[in-house]
């Protein structure tokens, strides 16, 4: 986001035994920890950071025995400090599927759980194994599974407060046959499909879908690039609002959203009596629309699956166009995505949150939803 104070110390590990040792010391003196990968989604206050920001720059991609059985599995561990797109083309360019509709993700591999990345039908969740992780309350060195970090969507338990560096992640990818196209995951999600025009669940090649993927991003500046303003943003900077079935019917026709299915964890879901933090968000919803009607019917309406809302849709229909800044402020509204919030240069964080909060009440007064932050704000509130 090109924001931020100074850090009041800064070090960087590039071996895995250095950031072990460097948290340990850090933690065990109880030094508040900023751990940084690539920066891409953390957004830091004008006053910067009072304490140890540790740059994680470690490096090494190792292939282990598959423990599946599936004889066709292909086992990572992959150092935190690596770039995430680079593992993708790595992996695209082994024949190895599973990973590549996220490709152009910005970051290191080690961020990666914390939101458990997604985009364009995958989510990291599919692939993800375990990670080696050293635990800041305990100072132990733990071996986290999948089922240990609670993923959902854009969210973790990393991300809902368990403290500690993810020194290593291990994935599951899949090998395709020496011969003939090495073949995707079939593509599920439409605006991709129709990209590649195929119909969702066709196979294509690894190749082909990092390619469109990439193409994709770059038509709504979510690759970094350094020619594209658009790009100098933490890309989407709200999360698609989960909401109940039963508000989501008190929304315009048009509003796109999309059910989940009944499986998908709690935690991803602002349900009503739901014990998910997010739950906060949908009695607020309420609060917000002024709406007592609404309000009863979400208190009244069981709890199950949730519907996930467009948070572009409501931005749009807010009256919040692409290109939109507050006047005299150099934060804006990306030109080609409303999803972003970015700095046309020179901008302050403070001026960052001062357009996020504009978007939250806009949305929140059209259409009673409060719209909940992606990236990680250090020092900020919202
Ligand atoms: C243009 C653009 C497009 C984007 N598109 C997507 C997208 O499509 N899908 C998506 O999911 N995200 C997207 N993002 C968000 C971002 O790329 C991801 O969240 C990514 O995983 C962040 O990686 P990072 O290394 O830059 O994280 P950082 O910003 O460095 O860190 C993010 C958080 O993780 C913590 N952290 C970092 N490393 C570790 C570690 N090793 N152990 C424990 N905690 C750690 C940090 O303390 C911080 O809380 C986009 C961002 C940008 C700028």
Redesign the pocket.
Known sequence: ?RVGGPAERLVTATTEDE?IAIATSCYSEGEP??????????IVSDDGFDGTTIR?ATRGVEQLPSESGERDAVRLRVQ??ES?DGLVALAVRNRWAGIEA?S?????????????????GQ??SSVLVA?D?VDAVTGELRHLTAADLGLGY?TSV??RGLE????AVELELTQRPDVGAALSEPVAYAQLANALAVDVGTQVSLGEVRRTVLRL?ASK????DPDDPD??????FFTNPIVSARFARTLPDDAPRWPLAEEEPALVAALDGATAEESVAVGMLAEAAGDRERRRSHAESPQGPGVKLSAAWLIEHSGISRGFALPGSKAAISSKHTL?ITNRGGASALEIVQLATFVQSRVQSEFGVLLRP???L?GIEL
């Open positions: 986001m950031l920890v900023l751990l940084l990968g690539g920066g891409s989604n953390t994680i935190a400090g995430w996220l152009g993700i910005p970051g290191s591999v080690g961020a990666a759980p914390v939101q458990n990345i997604g985009a364009y989510e990291l990670v992780f854009r990393l991300k500690g560096v993810v020194t991003r500046g979510m690759v970094l790009s100098v943003s933490a890309g989407s972003a992606e990236p990680v250090v």
